[in-house]
C-alpha cells in the first residue's frame, strides 16, 4: 500500500521558517521524482519544488526560488522541503507526491501518488 505522510506544517509569523517531511512507503522510492504542491483556498494546485532520482537536481516555482530548499534521504525513503523567509502568500495546503517519469514534473498530473497535506499559515 502507497501512503505518503507529510508533517511539519503550522501557523508561523512572516520571515519565520519551516521544515516540511514527507514519510514514503509502498513503492521503490529511488525509482521516483519527488514534488512539493501547494494549493490556498480558492485557488489551483500549483507546482513549488521536485528533485530527481540520484544526484539530486532540483528544481523550483519562480515564487520560491531562493527561499525554499528540496532535499531527499534515499535511505530513509523521505524528502523534505525547508522553507525560509515564509511570506503570508505561502499561506496553503502543502502536499507530496511521486512521479516515477517526471516528463513535465512541474504539473501536478505527472504525479502518480500524492500524500494528504499539512497546512502552513503565514501570518504578516
Known amino acids: 500500500q502507497v501512503q505518503l505522510e507529510e508533517s511539519g506544517g503550522g501557523a508561523v509569523q512572516a520571515g519565520d521558517s519551516l521544515r516540511l517531511s514527507c514519510a514514503t512507503s509502498?513503492?521503490?522510492?529511488?525509482?521516483?521524482?519527488m514534488g512539493w504542491f501547494r494549493q490556498a483556498p480558492g485557488k489551483e494546485r500549483e507546482f513549488v519544488a521536485a528533485?530527481?532520482?540520484?544526484?539530486?537536481?532540483?528544481f523550483y516555482a519562480d515564487s520560491v526560488k531562493g527561499r525554499f530548499i528540496i532535499d531527499r534521504v534515499n535511505s530513509k525513503n523521505l524528502v523534505w522541503l525547508q522553507m525560509n523567509s515564509l511570506k503570508p502568500e505561502d499561506t496553503a495546503v502543502y502536499y507530496c507526491?511521486?512521479?516515477?517519469?517526471?516528463?513535465?514534473?512541474?504539473?501536478?498530473?505527472?504525479?502518480?501518488?500524492w500524500g494528504q497535506g499539512t497546512q502552513v499559515t503565514v501570518s504578516a
Open positions: 507526491a511521486a512521479s516515477k517519469w517526471g516528463a513535465n514534473l512541474k504539473s501536478s498530473t505527472d504525479y502518480e501518488y
Open positions: 528533485i530527481k532520482w540520484y544526484g539530486g537536481t532540483s
Open positions: 509502498g513503492f521503490t522510492f529511488n525509482d521516483y521524482i
